[in-house]
């Protein structure tokens, strides 16, 4: 596709359960970053990929919450014993490469809205 | 550290007028861009305009204008002759060159246009 895409777009799960959430980011960039939006609130940055490796997982909250980008392409946000306060909408972001305008300008997905009963 | 405040929540005007947003930036980088995205009501969070920190010369594109004025660490947006379509909640951002262009956001602007 033309732009970010993130599956699922929703997702309601129960507190302690394991998800996992998707984003395929535009083809060609290799940038990859996910922010966390809470209700009312701006996006929140969690965590960076510059290829499959990733780079800055400094806004990561706490240890379970883990990303992957195995081939540089397709990411996936994994989040373990969810907690209530993990309801929020996960955006995924990509840019042609993390370097100065154009090519850092991020794209971003539609967001996958995360809600623990 | 990035920090990016927008200290109004909502603002309310009549289709016609102009709306001005503020948006206060702190960084310790020299290098530095500054963002305005619009998330409409459909969530998704669209690109408006970008300023690099060595550029401060205003411009105006559409019915869009913003002011930098590092002095001040200020970059306001203004929208012309607002209309409906416009309501939406708009961000102001912030990413470091040294910080891999990871996006500081304010808390975001609700502006509702009145028809």
């Known amino acids: 596709g033309a732009g970010v895409s993130q599956t699922p777009s929703n997702k309601v799960t129960e507190k302690g359960k394991y998800v996992e959430l998707r984003c395929d980011p535009i083809s060609g960039h290799t940038a990859l970053y996910w922010y966390r939006q809470s209700l009312g609130q701006g996006p929140e940055f969690l965590i960076y990929f510059q290829g499959t490796g990733a780079a800055d997982d400094s806004g990561l909250p706490n240890d379970r919450f883990f990303a992957v980008r195995p081939e540089g392409s397709v990411s996936t946000l994994k989040i373990q014993r969810t907690e209530r306060g993990d309801s929020a909408v996960y955006l995924c972001a990509s840019s042609l490469d993390p370097g100065g305008p154009p090519y850092n300008e991020q794209f971003f997905g539609p967001g996958t809205r995360l809600t623990v009963l | 550290a990035q920090k990016v405040t927008q200290a109004q929540t909502e603002i309310s005007v009549v289709e016609k007028e102009d709306v001005t947003l503020d948006c206060v930036y702190e960084t310790r980088d020299t290098t530095y861009y500054l963002f305005w995205y619009k998330q409409p009501p459909s969530g998704e969070l669209v690109f408006l305009i970008r300023r690099n920190s060595f550029d401060e010369q205003n411009e105006i594109s559409g019915r869009y204008s913003w002011n930098f004025q590092k002095s001040t660490s200020s970059f306001n947006f203004t929208i012309t002759a607002s209309q409906v379509v416009d309501s939406a909640v708009y961000f102001c951002?912030?990413?470091?060159?040294?910080?891999?262009?990871?996006?500081?956001f304010g808390k975001g602007n609700q502006v509702v246009v009145i028809p």
């Open positions: 951002a912030l990413s470091e060159a040294q910080g891999n262009n990871r996006l500081a």
